[in-house]
């Protein structure tokens, strides 16, 4: 008896070992290999510069680059602390955090409700060119809506400026009033960004089974009460999937939006315009040492992680099946 369960466990290892590797598995990870190259390139191997946020770095003549990473003086934590003793840390993390949770809730709820009407829509036609017209400001980059936004906000021949002029109002200087931008920058975003959401969300729609809208219709339920019982639930996964990336990059701002629409943030908008992202830009021009830059960079990428973290356990401990990890 003994004999036959060592056998047994023989052709149990043997057959284990002879399935470890398959022609299906060689073709998968040649498909692979580009994706898994790109990331070591860009994504892994410039990671060895965080060392610069430690350094006080400096260029020897005729000396390479990580001749001169090496050769520079350890500064410690000090390029941190330049940073978080800096003045305008309350003002940048102000508007970091502020502006992205404003995109977020915002965004969410323009997104869904745009997706859902669109998928009520009966008419294939009018729903493919609302949606053509909603996605396609996604594709312009931030310095051509850049020159849309100064035509309209250009203090001699700017269209709002005119048009105030026609009805007797006196003429407003956009770039120099502070008050105005907050909501300019929000909608913005909001203009350029709810078209490539929408089509996120939209596609999940679609993906919900028909039949569950069939029987609802059998039972007499209103379009209203379809879209509260079948498609909300249907798309709760994604907004939380969408949600928690979303928290990923609160510390992080869209560069171009803040930097481009403002005419690269004079002064009168510093209060609010200003970010993580843009303050490190300037820095960059500035006399500011590298590793300082270095250094804001570095606290702004851990305390993404950690934020993308916490919010994926909040999510765990309230709906398991909804967590990312």
Known sequence: MSINLKNAANAVKLSSKKKRWKKDDTELSLLAMPTFIWYVLFCYLPMFGIIIAFKKYKIFPGKGFFQNLFLSEWAGFSNFEFF????DLKILLRNTIGYNIAFIVLGTLLTTSLAIM???????????IYQTMMFFPHFLSWVVVSYFVFAF??????????????????PIQ?????KYWPFILIFMNLWKGT????VVYLACITGIDSTLYEAAVIDG?????????????????????MFILNIGK?????????????????????????????????????????????????????????????????ISKIDEDSAII
């Open 195 to 198: 078209g490539y959401g929408m």
């Open 153 to 170: 906000l250009s203090m001699d021949k700017g269209l709002l400026n005119t048009v105030l002029k026609y009805f007797g109002k006196d």
């Open 250 to 314: 609160i510390f992080y701002s869209d560069f171009g939006l803040f930097y481009q629409i403002t005419q690269q943030i004079p002064g009168s908008l510093f209060n609010v315009a200003s970010t993580l992202d843009t303050y490190i830009f300037k820095a960059l021009k500035s006399s500011t040492p590298i590793g300082m830059t270095s250094a804001i960079s570095l606290v702004q990428s851990a305390a993404c992680c950690l934020t993308i973290l916490l919010a994926n356990w909040i």
């Open 174 to 178: 956009w770039y120099s009033e502070p």
């Open 221 to 241: 339920a209103s379009i209203w009460q379809q879209v509260k019982h079948i498609t909300i639930p249907g798309l709760k996964q994604v907004v939380i999937m």
């Open 118 to 128: 669109i998928s009520l829509l009966h008419n294939k036609i009018k729903s493919k």
């Open 84 to 87: 978080l003793k800096s003045n």
